[in-house]
């Protein structure tokens, strides 16, 4: 062992801990749901998961897992064009498809690799690529490698600021090809992209909308079906990216949806795609039942959007200013990254589990609790969890 290496790791996490915002695991004994059973903490609501739709612990999801288990095994063993592919990953991606509105889609084993795949397999350089500025971090780091691999220029506009996108699209008007970077949701914030804008503006310049809908598939538009959805342009995105781990049942995994083309392009030259194995079956198959739930059960979304709407006006009323809007994610901004570790300890004491966001992953000073809603939740754990806020926020000085 390189002893110098290990101090300079003991000390750096010592660091952390003596400033504050040093991040403890807390573990579960029970499935994903609003009530969890937590080690040394037993029930406790869950107000900080991506659960959106409560499907990870639905039955039906659950059980397709377990017959694929049987009918599958564990997994490919290799990688999909080495050792074969097996139909329920077929299945699924012809699933996903039809969902998000596109012709075809790609499945990887997280949506960071199905990120991370995409920007480098389809630039080169004289490319320019252009991400708003509040991007999920697998984004940015897309973008990055693909401009290490390929040299193609990148570049940031201002978060939802379309005139800066226009701007920045006119001076890189020379371009081969030019991609614009959005996520569907913003996923600190609670934001929806101005897509109707971004595809106006897109069009314009010939570039090609690549929109990351991990926190809005299953979640946007009265069938749950994403940020497209919501505004009436399903269909009309270029290319969507998203994850099975939030609202599709919360396993693991993500996905590329675009043209035949694409998907068929990402298969001959995405790395990820050609050097890791394939999703585990059981997360293909429980996945696709979530896909088939949603279809069939339309008030799943319409319970969700109503518990986020009840939330919020219920947080404001009790005194708080969460940042406004009309998603499932309703941060509440604390300030410094100790106080908002501290008020999640405070509120996990009370018997809610509720996340507070520091930096780096937020600009400093704009540390947060991140709540987040499911349509798992009942009007009695919504009440609770608002009396906790309060009795928390009593505390601190903040209601």
Known sequence: MNIRF????????KQLKDDRVYKRLNYLDSPQAARVLMEGRGEVLIFSSNNYLGLADEPSVIEAGRQALARFGAGT???RFICGTFTIHREL????????GTESSMTYVSAWNANEGLTATIVQEGDFVISDALNHASIIDSMRLAKSITKCTTGVFKHSDMDDLRAKLDA???ARRKLVWTDGIFSMEGAIAKLPDILEIARQHDAVVVMDDSHATGVLGKNGRGTAEHFGVLGEVDIITSTLGKALGGAAGGFVAGSTALTDHLTQRSRPQLFSNALPPTVAASSCAAVRFIEHHPQRVANLHENARYFREGIIDAGFTPLAGETPIVPIIVGETALAIQMSDMMLDEGVFVTGFGFPVVPQGQARIRCQLSAAHTRT??????????????KLGMV
């Open 77 to 79: 063993g290799s990688v």
């Open 6 to 13: 290990e101090q300079e790791l003991q000390s750096g996490i």
């Open 381 to 394: 754990d919504i009440d609770y969890a608002i009396g906790a806020f309060v009795r928390v926020g009593r």
């Open 172 to 174: 890189n008007r020379g």
């Open 93 to 100: 991606e012809e699933a996903l498809a039809r969902f998000v």
